[in-house]
């Protein structure tokens, strides 16, 4: 019985130190992030959209999407990706910088409570550059935003599932192939204006409450 008793005792130590809390979110979250970005992913993509290209492994549901949006199913949260059309047009026909850590500056949720810039070795082999942003939407409720020079990537999760999140969010950006030839070469200005409409219902769709992310999107170049 004593025997019993100690290892209850034992277990609960392990799991309140495993356990994530307001005070120390930020901290794992990083930690789970500078894992996700080494962590051994898949060379092959599943999922091909025309446009972009992705691995997506069997735990991830999709909800819903088009050419150049899609909407997952991470743990219960709705995680959307976005195709950053307006970027990768106005890169090619206006210019960026031949860095890539140039972003376009973005956000997703308000009360922004990290930010970390780095670089992942994707899928395909390629160096990308990123920008990872952390909010504190609420008390238990945090957003995450993953942003690279062509994909925004956005979810909203539980204080208790946030680090899971990040890793499955991180895989699937890291085994992205987006074609932006084919982006350019699809998009007119008028198909432009569609892509915002499309791309807009899908954030209010996911997001209804939030207006940072109507904000990203209406901002985004004409």
Known sequence: MRKKFWLIIGISFLLAGCSVTRSNVKELASKQLDDAV?????????????LISYYLEPSIGR???????SVFKIDGYEVVLNIDVSSVITT????GGTNEQDFR???????????????????S????????RL????DNEYGILLQTSNLIMVGKTGRGDVLDVIRKMMSILRTCRVDEEKII???SKKELINY???TLDIFQKTYPENGSLQDMISDSSN
């Open 38 to 50: 080494t962590a051994e992913i898949c060379s092959s993509v599943n999922i091909n959209k025309g």
């Open 135 to 138: 909010y504190r939407v609420s």
């Open 125 to 132: 082999g390629i160096i990308k550059d990123f920008r990872y």
């Open 63 to 69: 909800i819903s999407g088009n050419k150049s949006n």
């Open 92 to 95: 090619k026909y206006y210019g």
């Open 185 to 187: 070469s699809t998009y």
């Open 105 to 123: 500056d973005i956000d997703a949720f308000p009360n922004q409570i990290d930010e970390v810039t780095g670089s992942f070795l994707s899928g």
């Open 196 to 198: 915002k409409k499309e």
